[in-house]
């Protein structure tokens, strides 16, 4: 007999009960989906980094390393694998413009390379190139084909054996300025030890990667200690692909822990509040079932089972709706799929959310149970009474003289907002957080689009970069300065503490390159002192006019900076002019210059390595960009179910408790397009009241998210005033249309039927 109840009563109130499913459907959906992204991200890069040998350090030296010191490396106490290592941006000749990082590892075991198809790599090889698979599709480069790779006016030519992947280059970009990976022009490729040696005539190796669990501290006095003298020793932190890596997965766990958990909450609440107005609607059939001779303990299983089959299927249509969140992020054609060249993406279901999915099935489930536990404590007479309204005092304004300077409808309204508390305050939680959603989402939008306007439009102010051959002449370099009218740049290596980062020297005479302060306006360098990226300066504790020292790798010598200002950057460096460096006497070289001229008009010199255009990562970018703006669309969306399922829910219920009173207004001579009025006039209070708290809440929820997420790009927050503009009209339309809807159900009160059994 329950059991047909069952289906009866949920085809009875079927809107109610779909709306809280897809409530739980959708809390659960975004929270999952969320939380497995920076899961998956994290167990996928890490299995890759294993697989690959992924090198926990790095030992660098211009002067390069030989088997020797390779042998010292691996008898030093705690280092598990070891191998000499190279990398280098090449030229590919039959490719104009084009250019791969060119790498040799001696031990595949350590930074090796993953075949995706062809031959296995081969260390002997003196003709065999295993090429990135994904620069290799997107050059139409296949299995077999020749290439010659140009370094130096040195040639490595070989035919393509094999497709490959690698940890080293998972996040195959030419340096850190540039923010996303352009396949077009770039890619990567290994080479043997054998073919390196044979071309170049010697086993010049400048670097010696290590596979160690020591500490860097530790590590590097060992080092140290083994060399005689202080190396040059980065941590896998300090390379762009684990560090890289690791940021998207703290990004993502920040992500996962605001707006999805604001998702599930609403969500939790609701199902509260419309449990507790669907069993007090349901008070007389309780005194029924009591009457009848059931006991409270099957009654309680009964209207629990509502409960339960609500959370059971929003459960599953959330996990399901989660792993296809998480899939549109990961999957190859996706966000984290574009920026990263991972051989595969295995979707992860986290523990906590497991976790999370069994609670919020309980707890469902006990909220049915509560919320009919209550009624039962009486007599079958008293749970026979129908659902009364409660009785209130009246409110301090009532007893104003302002009270009577309200109509009608305002008075009702005013009376039923403070008879119903919980209903109101739920309604406004839903109004609020579908407001704070849609500004989050956009103003991330806005904050995204204002930081790239600032960076590819204002701080580069260039059409090309062009990177100099390391045995460029000077002669040659200040030639192309002049022909091509640029500024140039040069990088060097220095120690700063424990951290190792990049003093750049910029010559910006022609206003090819700007710098971006705290407030993003353009900084006037000046040539007494040092420009840090804000972060750096948070890490070391430094302010304008604070001096701190720098070590050149590869030198002895130590110089003393004096911070001049802060800019916003996208790598942590330092920033001077040339005058300061050499008043310091810093040594440097020019490595790059930055024209107005574009790629295709920039002819081919011997002094000239590679040519990036400042259009191409612009387009790759917005790849990125419009991958992004599907999760902001999705976002919206969500926020305006998440609103309509809530207000259409919670307006129910409001027109269910004032069922008895509509109808009295009916016999008094009140019309239903007035009665609607009424309806609809409260809950825009409500939505204006909402709108109100939700803006703020909104743009602090932000700007929170900003600086947690961006603090690699030192983003600022930027939100146009068309954010405020659609989310305002947004979520004033949601309440609308929904207002709409419950208000049209006045027609259907039934004034004889209302008012029977009224006391």
């Known amino acids: 007999m329950l059991f047909k109840k069952l289906w009866r009563t949920m085809g009875l109130y079927k809107a109610q009960f779909i709306s809280m499913i897809i409530m739980i459907a959708l809390g659960i959906g975004v929270f999952i989906g969320f939380n ?26 211009e002067t390069g390393f030989d088997k020797d010191d390779l042998k010292k490396v691996e008898k030093l106490d705690g280092i598990d694998k070891a191998s000499r290592y190279m990398t280098v941006n090449a030229e590919v000749k039959q490719r104009e413009g084009d250019s791969v990082a060119l790498t040799v590892t001696e031990n595949q075991d350590v930074s ?66 540039q923010l996303m990976p352009d396949y077009t022009t770039f890619g990567f490729a290994y080479i043997s030890p054998a073919m390196y040696e044979d071309v170049v005539g010697t086993d010049f190796y400048p670097q010696i990667n290590v596979i160690s669990d020591l500490g860097k501290k530790e590590f590097s006095e060992r080092v140290d200690k083994a060399f005689g003298e202080t190396m040059m020793v980065l941590t896998k932190d300090e390379t762009i692909s684990y560090a890289e890596a690791q940021g998207e997965a703290e990004e993502g766990k920040t992500m996962g822990s605001v707006l999805p958990v604001l998702f599930l909450l609403i969500a939790v609440l609701t199902m509260v509040t419309t449990m ?43 996990l399901g709706l989660g792993y296809g969140i998480a899939w549109m992020v990961m999957n190859p054609d996706g966000m984290m799929g574009t920026y990263m060249d991972m051989p595969r993406w295995n979707l992860s279901l986290p523990w906590f959310c497991v976790a ?21 404590w009486g007599t079958a007479a008293d ?81 090309s970069r062009i990177y100099l051959a390391e045995d460029a002449t000077m002669a040659q370099r200040e030639a192309l300065t002049e022909k091509y009218k640029g500024d140039w740049s040069a990088s060097v290596s220095v120690q700063m503490g424990e951290k190792a980062i990049s003093l750049d020297i910029y010559d910006v005479e022609n206003d090819k390159v700007r710098f971006l302060d705290e407030d993003t306006n353009y900084i006037d360098l000046k040539d007494d002192g040092a420009y840090l990226c804000m972060r750096m300066a948070d890490e070391f504790g430094l302010k304008v006019g604070d001096e701190f020292t720098i070590s050149p790798y590869g030198s002895d010598d130590t110089y003393t900076l004096k911070v001049a200002g802060f ?10 002019l040339p005058e300061y460096a050499d008043e310091l006497g810093i040594p440097y070289t020019m490595d790059s210059i930055y024209t107005d001229t574009e790629k295709a008009d920039i002819a081919a010199d011997d002094a000239i390595q590679t040519v990036q255009s ?96 961006a603090t690699e790009y030192e983003m600022k927050m930027v939100v146009g005033p068309m954010t405020y503009c659609i989310s305002i009209v947004l979520t004033f339309g949601v309440s609308l249309v929904v207002s709409l809807m419950v208000a049209r159900k006045s027609k259907k009160v039934d004034m004889v039927e209302a008012l029977k059994g009224a006391e």
């Not at 480069?141 to 080293?168: H, M, P, R, W």
């Not at 005013?414 to 103003?443: E, N």
Request: net charge positive; glycine share 8%.
């Open 614 to 709: 400042k259009q191409a990562i612009i387009d790759s970018f917005d790849t990125f960009i419009d991958l992004m703006n599907m999760m902001i669309v999705i976002l919206i969306v969500a926020a305006i179910v998440l609103g309509v399922v809530v207000l259409y829910n919670l307006g129910v219920m409001s027109y269910t408790e004032r069922y008895r009173e509509m109808a009295t207004l009916k016999v008094v001579g009140f019309k239903d397009k007035k009665i609607g009025r009424l309806l609809i006039a409260q809950n825009m209070w409500t939505t204006l009241v909402g709108i109100l708290l939700g803006l703020p809440a909104g743009i602090y929820t932000l700007n929170y998210m900003i600086n947690a997420l």
């Open 276 to 318: 507790h107005r669907l069993t007090a609607k349901e008070k007389t059939q309780i005194g029924t079932l009591k009457a009848l001779g059931f006991k409270d303990k099957r009654i309680l299983r009964h209207y629990s089972s509502y409960a339960l089959m609500i959370a059971l299927i929003g459960s599953a249509l959330g």
């Open 112 to 177: 090796g390379c993953l075949l995706i198809s062809g031959q296995a790599y081969d260390a002997h090889s003196k003709n065999g190139i295993w090429l990135s698979d994904k620069y290799a599709a997107v050059n139409e480069i296949q299995l077999n084909d020749e290439l010659t790779l140009v370094y130096k006016n040195l040639e490595f030519k070989g035919k393509v054996l094999g497709l490959v992947k690698s940890g080293e280059h998972m996040i195959c970009v030419r340096d850190e300025t």
């Open 567 to 576: 800019d916003r950057s996208v790598s942590e460096n330092i920033v001077i």
């Open 36 to 61: 497995m992204e920076w899961v998956s991200i994290e167990e996928n890069t890490n299995s890759f980094f294993e697989e690959t040998g992924f090198a926990d350090y790095r030992i660098v030296s």
């Open 356 to 376: 999370i999915l069994i609670a919020i099935i309980v707890v469902l489930t006990l909220i049915g149970f509560l919320s009919v536990r209550k009624m039962l």
């Open 383 to 463: 749970a026979l009474r129908p659902y009364t309204p409660k009785k209130m005092k009246r409110m301090l304004i009532e007893r104003t003289g302002l009270w009577n300077k309200f109509g009608f409808g305002t008075q009702w309204n005013l009376r039923d907002i403070m008879r119903h508390k919980s209903r109101t305050l739920m309604s406004l939680i839903g109004i609020v957080g579908c407001m704070l959603i849609i500004v989050c989402a956009m103003g991330m939008q806005d904050t995204m689009d204002a930081y790239l306007d600032l960076y590819y439009d204002g701080a580069t102010n260039y059409a």
